[in-house]
Structure formats: structure tokens, C-alpha cells
């Protein structure tokens, strides 16, 4: 069992280069079954998840080739239906993609109920709805989600009751090469919904209005390969751009678009923390005392649920009571936990976590228990004096890349450890 083990109380000083998004290249990655040729991805980040999802279409019959570090050419020509493997789709979130892929492409499609983060109850009612709208049939039972459809799938117009990132991304795969149009009303608005629509675009879909809450799509015969470069991770710049404020440092967040990272960027400024936008970095500063504020996350625009464990790791540092707001997902806030046993003080009251800004954090053994919760443990780590140990960490590596040795050429002083070296 690897762990991390950080020394805390040093300002992070420098630059920090940020990957691709890992929650772009998903639905991008399964969307290639789909495209039924040669596509090259590009900026795909080093993470697991990432690998995850390689492997996958790899087993369905896809020929991947690596090209350099974060680039991977997929031929999915060979791949075969109902051809998912089970137990690796389970371990992931992003893994329901192939549905509507393999929907598109085949006219059935099964997979197992996917996994991921714990962050409560999440149901995929809505992509199956949307499935169902195109004509699908779709059962689903504790062994998985299984769709198929005799005749092709036939464009609709789809009001989603939930603006779930995950079936909008789903519908907009199966809808592509529907007969006719389809309309998704209520869609989510993320960056990398607009990603995905310029990906199967770039493939000679026909997609409009992604990015606003009407999506239409007309549905074309058939695509084909290209070369797409995925755009940068908002959630891991947003973490950096945290932990420079955490820790009193100054750090540039390089190869971002600042536009995504507007939310977290106006929290910062209110909270007292300088923030420089260039054109595609950020600069964040900060020397003083940090101030409450209240967050409410939201769908996109609206304030990231996946910066919500970072941002209380700073509102525990800030001066006074604050409100953390969790109106996205079901259950966030189980991290709460881990950050008092470093001395935060942090009540949760069903959606609400009320925060009162304690001086500085303690050092103390605790555990990732999500993705960005071990995100925001590492922040605190590095924001507290003395030694902390992080376990758990293959949650934060999912989605992080590498983060020690981004962290370290910073000036943090972290290191990944083993049980026998601990
Ligand atoms: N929801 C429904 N029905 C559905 C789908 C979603 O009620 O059919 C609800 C969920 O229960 C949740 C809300 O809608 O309360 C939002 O879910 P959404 O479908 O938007 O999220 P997701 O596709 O399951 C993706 C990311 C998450 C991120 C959310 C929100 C991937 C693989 N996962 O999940 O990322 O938190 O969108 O932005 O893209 C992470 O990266 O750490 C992570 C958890």
C-alpha cells in the first residue's frame, strides 16, 4: 500500500503546468468505438483512469498505439460488440460512455453499473431516458445495463429532468449517427460537453449549441477518424491555484483556459487572494489572512462540485464562519472527517458544511477518500506544520498526474512512501 507522506508550512513557489482533463477525454476515449476508424488523441493526462479506459476499448478489439507520453492513436475498426470487459468497466465512473458507443455502432450495447467516486447516490436514469427516446430498449439489474434496438436509432427531443454531465455526453455518442435530429433540452453546459461535441465534430458529426442548455444534434451516416487534442484539466489548475493560496505561496498555473476557471478564480478574490489572468495562465499570490466566504457548488457555470474539498480546506484557514453548500451531489462531504482530525473545525448539517477558520491545521494520519477529497487532504497537509501521511492515495491518482513531482518542483516537500518504508 503506497502513501504520502508530506512536511507542511513551505510556500509553493514557481510554475506548474497543467495536463488534459481527464473528464474530456473520457467520454472522447469511448466515443472512438463509435467512430469506427483511426482517431489520435492528444493531451490525454497520465492518470489511471485514463489507463483504465485505454484498456478497455483496448480488450473490445481497438489497436492503441502510443505515440509520446500523452498521445495515443485508437483504431477501433476491429473492436466487437458486446465485448466490454465487466470487472475493469465496474472499477470506473466514465466507463458507461461505451453505452451509447457501442448503442451507436451496433444497435445493442451492455456493460456492468459503473463504478467510481462514492459521492452518494448515482443513478443513470436519465441516460436512460435518453436512450430509450432513441428507441432503445434498456434493462438494468445488479449485473449491469444492457440496450439494443432492432431497427436504428431515431433522433428525439430528449428534456433532461437532471443537467447530468454524464447522459448528456451519453445521448449526444448515440444520437450522432441517429436518423434524423435530436434535441437535448436541459443539457449540461461543462467544457468538456462542448469537448466532446468538438471532438465527434472534428469526426464529421453534426452538433450544435453544446455549451448552452439546448443541444441539437442531426445525425449523419457515418463518421471518421482525425486528430483531437483535448483541453486542459480545470479541476487539477483549480487544485494548484488553492494550494498556492494554502500555502502563502506564488505559483503560475501554465496551459489553461482562464475563462473555465473563472468560478473558483472569484472565490479566491473574495476571499482576499491575488489572482493574474494571462491568456493561458493564472497567477495566484497571497500574504495575508484569508476571508469567509459562503460557496454553493451548481452545474457549470456555477461553482465546480469537484472543487468543493479543495475550497474547504481553505475556508477552514479563513478568518470567522464560513458555508459550504453541496448541491450537485448526494453525499460530499465525508472527507470532513479526515480534515478534523487535522484540528478543523467543520459541522455538517445535511447540504451544509459550517466551517470555523481555525489558525492553522495540524499534522495527522488521514485517508483520500475520494478523488478530490485526497486532493484537498494534500493541500491541507501542506498547509499545516509537521509531518502528515496520506493513505489511500490510487483514489488521487486516478485523476491526478503526477502530482508528487509537480508538487516538489514547487518546493513542496512530499514524497510517496510504502508500508515498509513508512
Ligand atoms: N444524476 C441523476 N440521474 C442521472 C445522472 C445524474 O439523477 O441519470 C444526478 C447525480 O446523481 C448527481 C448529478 O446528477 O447528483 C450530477 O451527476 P452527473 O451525471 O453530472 O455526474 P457524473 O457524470 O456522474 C461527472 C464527473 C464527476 C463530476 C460530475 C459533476 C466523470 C467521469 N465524472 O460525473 O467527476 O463530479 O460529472 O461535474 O466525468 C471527479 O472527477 O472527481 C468526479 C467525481
Given at each position: 500500500?503506497?502513501?504520502?507522506?508530506?512536511?507542511?508550512?513551505?510556500?509553493?513557489?514557481?510554475?506548474?503546468?497543467?495536463?488534459?482533463?481527464?473528464?474530456?477525454?473520457?467520454?472522447?476515449?469511448?466515443?472512438?468505438?463509435?467512430v469506427?476508424?483511426?482517431?489520435?488523441?492528444e493531451?490525454?493526462?497520465?492518470?489511471?483512469?485514463?489507463?483504465?479506459?485505454?484498456?478497455?476499448?483496448?480488450?473490445?478489439?481497438?489497436?492503441?498505439?502510443?505515440?509520446?507520453?500523452?498521445?495515443?492513436?485508437?483504431?477501433?475498426?476491429?473492436?466487437?460488440?458486446?465485448?466490454?470487459?465487466?470487472?475493469?468497466?465496474?472499477?470506473?465512473?466514465?466507463?458507461?460512455?461505451?453505452?451509447?458507443?457501442?448503442?451507436?455502432?451496433?444497435?445493442?450495447a451492455?456493460?456492468?453499473?459503473?463504478?467510481?467516486?462514492?459521492?452518494?447516490?448515482?443513478?443513470?436514469?436519465?441516460?436512460?431516458?435518453?436512450?430509450?427516446?432513441?428507441?432503445?430498449?434498456?434493462?438494468?439489474?445488479?449485473?449491469?445495463?444492457?440496450?439494443y434496438?432492432e431497427?436504428?436509432?431515431?433522433?428525439?427531443?430528449?428534456?433532461?429532468?437532471?443537467?447530468?454531465?454524464?447522459?448528456?455526453?451519453?445521448i449526444?455518442?448515440?444520437?450522432a449517427?441517429?436518423?434524423g435530429?435530436?434535441?437535448?433540452?436541459?443539457?449540461?453546459?461543462?467544457?468538456?460537453?462542448?469537448?466532446?461535441?468538438?471532438?465527434?465534430?472534428?469526426?464529421?458529426?453534426n452538433?450544435?449549441g453544446?455549451?448552452?442548455?439546448?443541444?441539437k444534434?442531426?445525425g449523419?451516416?457515418?463518421?471518421?477518424?482525425?486528430?483531437?487534442?483535448?483541453?486542459?484539466?480545470?479541476?487539477?489548475?483549480?487544485?494548484?491555484?488553492?494550494?498556492?493560496?494554502?500555502?502563502?505561496?506564488d505559483?503560475?498555473i501554465?496551459?489553461?483556459?482562464?475563462?473555465h476557471?473563472?468560478?473558483?478564480?472569484?472565490?479566491?478574490?473574495?476571499?482576499?487572494?491575488?489572482?493574474?489572468?494571462?491568456?493561458d495562465?493564472?497567477?495566484?499570490?497571497?500574504?495575508?489572512?484569508l476571508?469567509?466566504?459562503?460557496?454553493?457548488?451548481?452545474?457549470?457555470?456555477?461553482?465546480?462540485?469537484?472543487?468543493?474539498?479543495?475550497?474547504?480546506?481553505?475556508?477552514?484557514?479563513a478568518?470567522?464562519?464560513?458555508?459550504?453548500t453541496?448541491?450537485?451531489?448526494?453525499?460530499?462531504?465525508?472527507?470532513?472527517?479526515?480534515?478534523?482530525?487535522?484540528?478543523?473545525?467543520?459541522?455538517?448539517?445535511?447540504?451544509?458544511?459550517?466551517?470555523?477558520?481555525?489558525?492553522?491545521?495540524?499534522s495527522?494520519?488521514?485517508?483520500?477518500?475520494?478523488?478530490?477529497?485526497?486532493?484537498?487532504?494534500?493541500?491541507?497537509?501542506?498547509?499545516?506544520?509537521?509531518?502528515?501521511?496520506?493513505?489511500?492515495?490510487h483514489?488521487?491518482?486516478?485523476?491526478?498526474e503526477?502530482?508528487?513531482?509537480?508538487?516538489?518542483?514547487?518546493?513542496?516537500?512530499?514524497?510517496?512512501?510504502s508500508?515498509?518504508?513508512?
Amino acid at each position: 500500500m503506497e502513501k504520502l507522506r508530506i512536511s507542511g508550512g513551505r510556500p509553493l513557489l514557481g510554475t506548474i503546468n497543467i495536463g488534459g482533463m481527464k473528464n474530456a477525454a473520457l467520454p472522447i476515449i469511448f466515443a472512438t468505438v463509435l467512430v469506427n476508424d483511426i482517431c489520435v488523441l492528444e493531451n490525454l493526462p497520465d492518470v489511471s483512469d485514463i489507463k483504465t479506459a485505454l484498456e478497455i476499448v483496448r480488450l473490445m478489439g481497438a489497436e492503441i498505439k502510443q505515440i509520446d507520453n500523452y498521445t495515443y492513436s485508437i483504431d477501433t475498426r476491429s473492436v466487437r460488440s458486446n465485448s466490454v470487459p465487466l470487472d475493469l468497466a465496474r472499477k470506473m465512473r466514465g466507463s458507461y460512455y461505451v453505452l451509447g458507443a457501442e448503442l451507436g455502432r451496433f444497435g445493442r450495447a451492455f456493460t456492468s453499473l459503473p463504478g467510481g467516486c462514492n459521492l452518494g447516490a448515482r443513478p443513470i436514469d436519465q441516460h436512460i431516458k435518453g436512450f430509450e427516446a432513441l428507441g432503445a430498449t434498456v434493462n438494468c439489474n445488479d449485473q449491469g445495463v444492457s440496450c439494443y434496438t432492432e431497427s436504428p436509432l431515431v433522433g428525439a427531443s430528449i428534456y433532461m429532468d437532471v443537467a447530468s454531465v454524464g447522459a448528456t455526453a451519453n445521448i449526444m455518442i448515440a444520437a450522432a449517427t441517429a436518423k434524423g435530429k435530436t434535441v437535448i433540452d436541459n443539457a449540461a453546459r461543462e467544457p468538456h460537453i462542448v469537448d466532446l461535441a468538438n471532438f465527434l465534430n472534428s469526426c464529421g458529426a453534426n452538433i450544435s449549441g453544446a455549451g448552452t442548455e439546448v443541444i441539437k444534434i442531426h445525425g449523419v451516416e457515418k463518421l471518421h477518424g482525425g486528430n483531437y487534442a483535448i483541453i486542459p484539466d480545470m479541476i487539477e489548475a483549480g487544485t494548484y491555484m488553492i494550494a498556492a493560496a494554502a500555502t502563502k505561496g506564488d505559483l503560475t498555473i501554465s496551459n489553461v483556459i482562464p475563462r473555465h476557471l473563472e468560478t473558483t478564480t472569484r472565490k479566491l478574490v473574495e476571499m482576499g487572494v491575488n489572482v493574474e489572468e494571462g491568456d493561458d495562465y493564472v497567477r495566484v499570490r497571497f500574504d495575508g489572512k484569508l476571508k469567509k466566504v459562503r460557496i454553493k457548488t451548481d452545474f457549470y457555470p456555477g461553482f465546480p462540485t469537484d472543487m468543493n474539498p479543495q475550497f474547504c480546506v481553505l475556508l477552514c484557514l479563513a478568518e470567522g464562519h464560513s458555508v459550504l453548500t453541496e448541491s450537485v451531489m448526494d453525499s460530499r462531504f465525508k472527507y470532513t472527517d479526515e480534515l478534523v482530525r487535522m484540528g478543523a473545525k467543520i459541522s455538517v448539517q445535511g447540504r451544509d458544511a459550517h466551517i470555523d477558520g481555525v489558525a492553522s491545521l495540524n499534522s495527522a494520519n488521514v485517508r483520500a477518500v475520494d478523488l478530490r477529497a485526497g486532493a484537498a487532504m494534500v493541500i491541507a497537509a501542506l498547509s499545516a506544520n509537521g509531518k502528515t501521511i496520506i493513505e489511500d492515495i490510487h483514489h488521487i491518482e486516478r485523476g491526478y498526474e503526477d502530482l508528487v513531482g509537480k508538487l516538489r518542483a514547487v518546493g513542496a516537500d512530499i514524497k510517496k512512501i510504502s508500508d515498509t518504508n513508512a
